[in-house]
């Protein structure tokens, strides 16, 4: 139990594009999920806070006009980067919280996606 | 603000040995809840281990254990009988009431054969 997805694994992109990254809650609900940003051999870094139906809440110096997130159902959240740029070029992972668990405050973590911009 | 501290970058040690990675955090909350979490080259994102910081009692998952020493804010990875499958990047992370988690800088942990 308790599995994510996230789809693409991998993607290629041309400067200028946009792209966009699932993340699905398989056999949960997600009322909260979260996106990371991991640079190499680094730690991972908070982007933003999920939450199904509402906005997303964005950690400082992260630009919520060019990295858009939307939660639609409680199983799914998309992270959309605008006019990327090679700097964009990164390891992206979510993460669930399970709304209906007896744990709380257990993050579930996707396989993560890398993002090249040529 | 929240921090966690891993001060050793990378470590290895022999097949069945036993190794223990370090952690420091800083919180002013009193209730919260600490993980490990391992990351291997397939970098999916593993929970190790977690901790609620109202229970005194150290947490264990069979060859897993911590140390946790809330008052030196400390929470230690005890590996015990290490295998080849443990290389790995461990985080060290904590969580406290606005479900954010925070990750330490990690230690990359090599099992030799």
């Known amino acids: 139990g308790a599995v994510v997805s996230q789809h693409p694994s991998r993607v290629i992109c041309k400067s200028g594009t946009s792209v966009k990254i699932e993340c699905r809650s398989l056999?949960?609900?997600?009322?909260?999920m979260f996106w990371y940003r991991q640079f190499p051999k680094k730690s991972l870094m908070l982007m933003a806070t999920?939450?199904?139906?509402?906005?997303?809440?964005?950690e400082q110096g992260v630009e919520k006009d060019k990295f858009l997130i939307n939660h639609a159902s409680l199983t799914l959240s998309t992270l959309t980067v605008t006019s990327a740029h090679p700097e964009d070029s990164s390891f992206y992972i979510c993460s669930a919280e399970d709304s209906g668990s007896e744990r709380p405050y257990e993050q579930y973590f996707g396989p993560g996606t890398r993002l090249t911009v040529t | 603000a929240q921090t966690v501290t891993q001060s050793q970058p990378e470590m290895s040690v022999q097949e069945a040995e036993t190794v223990t990675l370090s952690c420091t955090y800083d919180?002013?909350?009193?209730?919260?809840?600490l993980f490990w979490y391992k990351q291997p080259p397939s970098r999916q994102m593993i929970l190790v281990i977690r901790?609620?910081?109202?229970?005194?009692q150290n947490a264990t998952e069979n060859r897993f254990s911590v140390n946790f020493q809330k008052a030196a804010k400390s929470f230690s990875l005890k590996i015990s009988d290490s295998q080849l499958g443990d290389t790995a990047m461990y985080f060290c992370?904590?969580?406290?009431?606005?479900?954010?988690?925070?990750f330490g800088q990690g230690t990359r942990l090599t099992i030799n054969p």
């Open positions: 999920s939450n199904e139906g509402s906005k997303a809440t964005y």
């Open positions: 901790q609620e910081a109202y229970k005194q």
């Open positions: 992370a904590l969580s406290q009431g606005a479900q954010k988690l925070v």
């Open positions: 056999d949960f609900q997600a009322t909260t």
């Open positions: 919180t002013s909350e009193s209730n919260y809840y």
